[in-house]
């Protein structure tokens, strides 16, 4: 009898310190989140997971913050298997307020991976669910994303238009009740980036009021994304260059203190363009080295992440297995001993020869990858140095027709530079990502772009293909961007260019518009076109009714 109330209070007292342990962690985590200690809070959280062996309401709680981590750290990709375990466990309990938070935080990683389609998908399928939510957080979390999404791609249309205004002026009025100030000014820097063209002076009053709230309640995030909304308006609408530079230094500041890669990456881009744009071509050159730097990173993370997600599944799910059947593992292990026995006496008699063998392939090796990398850093260097040569000719030009030859050569020299930093960065150097590689190459085409008042909107699919065709796709466009640029536009027209690159089952869809008037109802035939074309061994069709649109379909190698 004394046995048994013994061990009943010693499963007591256990029970008791593993829901205290529970409790102090979940405690740590939210004072690392509040003080943007990201790290920390993945290191923790990650543990917490890994400590509750039977998934349940507060382990699947936990996959839903451990996911809104990994965004805030830029490993995103991985973000969606541990959404996808909590949403499985919440399916079964028929819990549809937690079921219509997790798509809303799936639409949010979405935006953040530019997948449109993926993230109206979820958008619209949380907002089936918005009657049955009970949370007042996670309803007005789920209208600022809706506004968003509305905001990004359908800014144009008068009634899209018509609804964030009217949802955005419902998160206003009852911002009392709403403990995340950041969905506030969030939701004020959306309804001003709906102006920041037809009324920009209207813009810049909302992005000032969403910049005070966000630095009052130290909402870092918010805050960055604001600060490059209030530099860009400050010098595309009203050319003040040092004002423009003072909030993206401002942002700047605030991504590196939270390691936020994307929005560092952002700042730095903005920084280099603004600085140029200046005349102060010194800091120019040094944003550009920094996001060059931040660049690399990023693709760093990016050949890394598919494989981090497979290996945090194999963990779990090998842990799980390893409780289930360790009789059948310990027989295994004897098996491996027992044959692990029997065949050391035979590589041992080999084994010098084999580790004699290696020292000299592995000092071949890094002789090949010193030699390798010299000549990378060499090709980087010339490349620049030429870009520079052309940059400063350029300058030196007065007329517009003189300029224009040179920025058609600078252009092709940059896409020529970003196509050789992505094979040398890349370790499997026969595949190139268009989605990074293209988007590099629109960063290059950005400066003209804002001088001659030119919107650019670039949706690149994540495709790989062989370096050779990534080659000639970038030269393409281009070409394309300069003849736009040189051929297309009428000075006082609102001018835009629009680029498509998708994949249709096993072919990639190519689409290049721009609204010119000069072009309309012309017959175009660029020379160069034709013979990238022919290189790429592809019929193209050109129509000019509505500007220049240019498109064509290719089956992937």
């Not at 300029?403 to 530079?417: D, Q």
């Amino acid at each position: 009898m004394i046995l048994n109330r013994i061990l009943f209070l010693l499963i007591l007292f256990s029970t008791f310190q593993n829901c205290f342990s529970q409790v102090n962690q979940n405690a740590k985590i939210e004072s690392y989140l509040q003080n943007f200690q990201y790290d920390s809070a993945y290191i923790t959280t990650q543990k917490a997971i890994k400590d509750l062996k039977v998934v349940s309401e507060e382990k699947a709680d936990y996959y839903i913050k451990y996911s809104r981590i990994l965004k805030s750290i830029s490993k995103t990709d991985s973000c969606f298997y541990y959404l996808d375990k909590a949403e499985e466990f919440y399916k079964k309990k028929q819990n549809q307020s937690k079921l219509f938070y997790i798509l809303t935080v799936k639409a949010e990683i979405a935006r953040a991976l530019t997948k449109r389609n993926i993230e109206t998908n979820y958008i619209y399928e949380a907002e089936k669910l918005l009657p049955k939510n009970k949370s007042l957080e996670c309803k007005y979390y789920f209208l600022n994303r809706r506004i968003a999404l509305l905001a990004e791609y359908y800014n144009y249309i008068p009634d899209s238009v018509k609804k964030i205004k009217s949802i955005g002026n419902s998160i206003l009025e009852n911002q009392k009740e709403i403990e995340d100030k950041s969905l506030i000014a969030y939701t004020l820097n959306e309804i001003g980036y709906l102006d920041f063209h037809k009324n920009p002076k209207n813009a810049e009053q909302y992005f000032l009021k969403a910049y005070k709230i966000a630095e009052k309640y130290n909402s870092k995030m918010a805050l960055i994304d604001i600060s490059i909304n209030l530099g860009r308006y400050s010098q595309q609408k009203e050319s003040d260059y040092p004002k423009a530079i003072y909030y993206y230094q401002i942002g700047l500041k605030n991504a590196k203190s939270i390691n936020n890669l994307w929005q560092i990456q952002q700042c730095y881009n903005e920084l280099k363009n603004t600085t140029a744009l200046s005349q102060d071509y010194k800091s120019a050159m040094c944003y550009g080295d920094s996001l060059n730097g931040i660049n690399n990173v990023i693709n760093e993370y990016s050949s890394t992440k598919k494989y981090e997600l497979l290996e945090n599944k194999f963990i779990l799910e090998s842990k799980e297995k390893e409780i289930a059947s360790t009789k059948k593992n310990l027989f295994l292990l004897m098996t491996v001993l027992l044959l692990f026995v029997i065949g050391i006496s035979v590589l041992f008699i080999y084994s010098k020869k084999i580790r004699l063998k290696n020292s000299q392939l592995s000092k071949l090796f890094r002789e090949n990858q010193f030699l390798v990398s010299e000549t990378n850093h060499r090709v980087n260097n010339n490349l620049q140095l030429i870009a520079y040569l052309i940059s400063n000719v350029i300058r030196t030009k007065q007329h517009e027709n003189e300029k224009i030859e040179f920025v058609k050569l600078l252009s092709k020299v940059e896409a020529i530079a970003t196509i050789h930093r992505h094979l040398y960065v890349n370790k499997d150097s026969q595949e190139i990502n268009l989605h990074n590689y293209l988007s590099d190459l629109k960063l290059n085409f950005e400066n003209i772009s804002t001088e001659k008042n030119i919107a650019l909107e670039f949706q690149i699919d994540n495709i790989e293909t062989s370096s050779s065709t990534a080659t000639y796709l970038g030269l393409l466009l281009t070409e394309l961007f300069i003849n736009s640029v040189k051929h297309a536009f009428q000075e006082d027209q609102e001018k835009k260019i629009d680029f498509t690159l998708s994949k249709i089952n096993t072919d990639i869809s190519f689409t290049y518009k721009d609204n010119g008037k000069n072009s309309q109802n012309k017959k175009i035939k660029p020379k160069l076109v034709e013979q990238l074309c022919q290189q790429l061994e592809l019929e193209y069709n050109i129509n000019t009714t509505n500007g220049f649109h240019f498109y064509f379909t290719k089956k992937l190698a």
